[in-house]
C-alpha cells in the first residue's frame, strides 16, 4: 500500500485524524505521549487498530512492518499465541487474587537463576516502579538520600527535567551524570560524601556499550558506599547472553526490569543482592496490581521461549541487515543519514545529519511520510524494536520501501542536498 510522493497524505489517514480531532476534545493534548504524531497528525498514523506478529493495521486498513512495536514489549511479536494463552488461562482461575500466589514466587526464582549475582528480588507493573523503588530500597539499605542518575528510568518525579511541573528540591537530590563523561561520576560522589544512596545508569546511552566504562562506574559507586543499579528496563531480553550485563560480564547491585519481560503484559521486576534487597522488608514497595498473576504467566512463557529460541541472535542480526541497507540506501541516494545500533543492533536507528536542523528536520519529516506511506512503521525521534517475528522478507520489504523514500526525499528536496 503506498501513495504517490507528491499527494497529500490527508485523505490517507482519514480516519486516524477524524478520531484524533475527537480525542482533542476531550484527552490533554489529544494522545498518550507515547502516541504523539510521528511526523503531523494529517501526514502519519495516530491509531492502530491491532498488531499481529511483526505488523500493525490502522485504522485505515494500512498494514505495516512495525518497528515501534509499542516501544519495546513486544519481543516475540504482537498477540504471541503461547504467550497470551498462559496470561488467558491465567486470568480465568481469577487475577490478580489475595494476598500471594504461587507464581509470585516461582517467578522471581525463574529470573534469579538468569542474572548472575543476583540472590532476591520483587515484582511491579512498569518499569518506573521498579526503578522507582530501586532507588528506595537503596535509601534504605544506605541511610541516604541523594541519587545519580543517567539516561531515561520513566515518567516519576525523580526523572524528569524540573520544568516538567516536579516538585521543588529534586535537582539538589537528583543529581545527573552526562552519559558522554562516565569519568566525572567519581567527582560528583566526592561533590556529596557520604551522602548517595544510588548511582542508576541505562545502559543504551553508552555507545558503544564498553566493559571497562560500566565496571569502572560500579568500582567508584560501590568505593563511595552506594548502591548500583543497572536499568535494563530496555535492554534486557534483546541482548546476547540474555542481557547488558551478561554481554559484558558485569554484575551490577539491582537490575531493573520490564518491557520485553511479559511480551504485551504488564509486568516488570527488580532483582539483585541479598545484602541490598533485604532493605526491601517493610518498605511500601506496593501497588493493587503488583501481584497481577496474569501477567506474570506471560512473562513465565515469554522466557519458555527465550530459553528454547535463539531470540537475541535473531533480532541481533535482522537489525545488523537493516542497519547496513539503510546506510548502503542512504549513500546510494546521497542522503546525510546515518544508521546505527542504539547501542544494540537489535534497537536500531537512523539520524539525518545534515549540519542545519531546519534543513535536517525537513528531510526526516519528509523521508518519514514516505515510508509510512509505503508501510513501515518507523519512528523518527525514538530508537526502534525488532522482534523474533520478524522475518528477513520484512528486511526486505523494509529496505524496499526505504529505498523508494529516500529517491522521493532526493527528487523532492534536490534544492537542500
Ligand atoms: C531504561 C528505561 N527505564 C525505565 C523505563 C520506564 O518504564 P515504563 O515506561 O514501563 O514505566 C523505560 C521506558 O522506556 C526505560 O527505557
Not at 283 to 299: E, V
Given at each position: 500500500?503506498?501513495?504517490?510522493?507528491?499527494?497529500?497524505?490527508?485523505?490517507?489517514?482519514?480516519?486516524?485524524?477524524?478520531?484524533?480531532?475527537?480525542?482533542?476534545?476531550?484527552?490533554p493534548?489529544?494522545?498518550?505521549?507515547?502516541?504523539?504524531?510521528?511526523?503531523?497528525?494529517?501526514?502519519?498514523?495516530?491509531?492502530?487498530?491491532?498488531?499481529?506478529?511483526?505488523?500493525?493495521?490502522?485504522?485505515?486498513?494500512?498494514?505495516?512492518?512495525?518497528?515501534?512495536?509499542?516501544?519495546?514489549?513486544?519481543?516475540?511479536?504482537?498477540?504471541?499465541?503461547?504467550v497470551?494463552?498462559?496470561?488467558?488461562?491465567?486470568?480465568?482461575r481469577?487475577?490478580?487474587?489475595?494476598?500471594?500466589?504461587?507464581?509470585?514466587?516461582?517467578?522471581?526464582?525463574?529470573?534469579?537463576?538468569?542474572?548472575?549475582?543476583?540472590?532476591?528480588?520483587?515484582?511491579?507493573?512498569?518499569?518506573?516502579?521498579?526503578?522507582?523503588?530501586?532507588?528506595?530500597i537503596?535509601?534504605?539499605?544506605?541511610?541516604?538520600?541523594?541519587?545519580?542518575?543517567?539516561?531515561?528510568?520513566?515518567?516519576?518525579?525523580?526523572?524528569?527535567?524540573?520544568?516538567?511541573?516536579?516538585?521543588?528540591?529534586?535537582?539538589?537530590?537528583?543529581?545527573?551524570?552526562?552519559?558522554?563523561?562516565?569519568?566525572?561520576?567519581?567527582a560528583?560522589?566526592?561533590?556529596?560524601?557520604?551522602?548517595?544512596a544510588?548511582?542508576?545508569?541505562?545502559?543504551?546511552?553508552?555507545?558503544?556499550?564498553?566493559?571497562?566504562?560500566?565496571?569502572?562506574?560500579?568500582?567508584?559507586?560501590?568505593?563511595?558506599?552506594?548502591?548500583?543499579?543497572?536499568?535494563?528496563?530496555?535492554?534486557?531480553?534483546?541482548?546476547?547472553?540474555?542481557?547488558?550485563?551478561?554481554?559484558?560480564?558485569?554484575?551490577?547491585?539491582?537490575t531493573?526490569?520490564?518491557?520485553?519481560?511479559?511480551?504485551?503484559?504488564?509486568?516488570?521486576?527488580?532483582?539483585?543482592?541479598?545484602?541490598?534487597?533485604r532493605?526491601?522488608?517493610?518498605?511500601?514497595?506496593s501497588?493493587?496490581?503488583?501481584?497481577?498473576?496474569a501477567?506474570?504467566?506471560?512473562?513465565?512463557?515469554?522466557?519458555?521461549?527465550?530459553?528454547?529460541?535463539?531470540?537475541?541472535?535473531?533480532?541481533?542480526?535482522?537489525?545488523?541487515?537493516?542497519?547496513?541497507?539503510?546506510?548502503?540506501?542512504?549513500?546510494?541516494?546521497?542522503?546525510?543519514?546515518?544508521?546505527?545500533?542504539?547501542?544494540?543492533?537489535?534497537?536500531?536507528?537512523?539520524?539525518?545529519?545534515?549540519?542545519?536542523?531546519?534543513?535536517?528536520?525537513?528531510?526526516?519529516?519528509?523521508?518519514?511520510?514516505?515510508?509510512?506511506?509505503?508501510?513501515?512503521?518507523?519512528?523518527?525521534?525514538?530508537?526502534?524494536?525488532?522482534?523474533?517475528?520478524?522475518?528477513?522478507?520484512?528486511?526486505?520489504?523494509?529496505?524496499?520501501?526505504?529505498?523508494?523514500?529516500?529517491?522521493?526525499?532526493?527528487?523532492?528536496?534536490?534544492?537542500?542536498?
Amino acid at each position: 500500500m503506498s501513495q504517490s510522493s507528491s499527494t497529500s497524505t490527508h485523505s490517507f489517514y482519514k480516519n486516524s485524524a477524524a478520531l484524533y480531532r475527537r480525542s482533542c476534545e476531550i484527552i490533554p493534548g489529544g494522545h498518550h505521549l507515547s502516541g504523539r504524531p510521528l511526523v503531523t497528525p494529517e501526514d502519519s498514523p495516530m491509531y492502530i487498530d491491532r498488531g499481529e506478529g511483526s505488523r500493525c493495521w490502522d485504522v485505515d486498513g494500512h498494514e505495516y512492518v512495525d518497528y515501534v512495536m509499542a516501544f519495546g514489549p513486544h519481543l516475540l511479536g504482537y498477540a504471541h499465541p503461547e504467550v497470551d494463552a498462559a496470561a488467558i488461562a491465567q486470568l480465568r482461575r481469577g487475577a490478580p487474587l489475595s494476598m500471594n500466589h504461587p507464581l509470585h514466587l516461582k517467578f522471581i526464582e525463574r529470573l534469579i537463576a538468569r542474572f548472575p549475582g543476583a540472590e532476591m528480588g520483587t515484582f511491579f507493573k512498569t518499569g518506573s516502579e521498579a526503578t522507582t523503588a530501586a532507588l528506595r530500597i537503596a535509601r534504605r539499605a544506605t541511610g541516604r538520600r541523594r541519587v545519580i542518575r543517567c539516561g531515561y528510568h520513566g515518567w516519576h518525579d525523580w526523572c524528569l527535567p524540573l520544568d516538567a511541573a516536579v516538585p521543588d528540591g529534586l535537582a539538589q537530590q537528583v543529581l545527573e551524570l552526562p552519559a558522554a563523561e562516565p569519568e566525572r561520576l567519581g567527582a560528583l560522589l566526592q561533590a556529596h560524601p557520604g551522602e548517595v544512596a544510588a548511582v542508576i545508569v541505562a545502559p543504551e546511552m553508552f555507545h558503544p556499550p564498553r566493559r571497562e566504562v560500566f565496571a569502572a562506574m560500579i568500582e567508584t559507586t560501590r568505593e563511595h558506599g552506594a548502591v548500583f543499579i543497572f536499568d535494563e528496563v530496555k535492554t534486557a531480553f534483546r541482548t546476547p547472553r540474555g542481557s547488558m550485563q551478561q554481554f559484558l560480564d558485569l554484575q551490577p547491585d539491582i537490575t531493573t526490569l520490564s518491557k520485553a519481560l511479559g511480551n504485551g503484559w504488564a509486568v516488570a521486576a527488580l532483582v539483585g543482592k541479598r545484602s541490598v534487597l533485604r532493605h526491601g522488608a517493610g518498605l511500601h514497595l506496593s501497588a493493587t496490581y503488583h501481584g497481577d498473576t496474569a501477567a506474570m504467566a506471560a512473562a513465565m512463557a515469554t522466557l519458555d521461549i527465550l530459553d528454547r529460541e535463539d531470540v537475541t541472535g535473531h533480532v541481533w542480526r535482522l537489525g545488523e541487515r537493516l542497519i547496513s541497507g539503510l546506510d548502503a540506501a542512504a549513500r546510494a541516494h546521497g542522503l546525510p543519514v546515518v544508521a546505527y545500533g542504539e547501542p544494540i543492533p537489535s534497537m536500531p536507528f537512523m539520524r539525518f545529519t545534515h549540519p542545519q536542523p531546519d534543513v535536517r528536520d525537513r528531510l526526516r519529516d519528509s523521508f518519514y511520510v514516505e515510508v509510512l506511506a509505503r508501510g513501515v512503521l518507523l519512528h523518527p525521534r525514538h530508537l526502534w524494536f525488532i522482534s523474533h517475528a520478524h522475518r528477513d522478507a520484512d528486511i526486505d520489504r523494509t529496505l524496499a520501501a526505504a529505498r523508494e523514500a529516500m529517491a522521493a526525499v532526493r527528487e523532492r528536496h534536490a534544492d537542500l542536498l
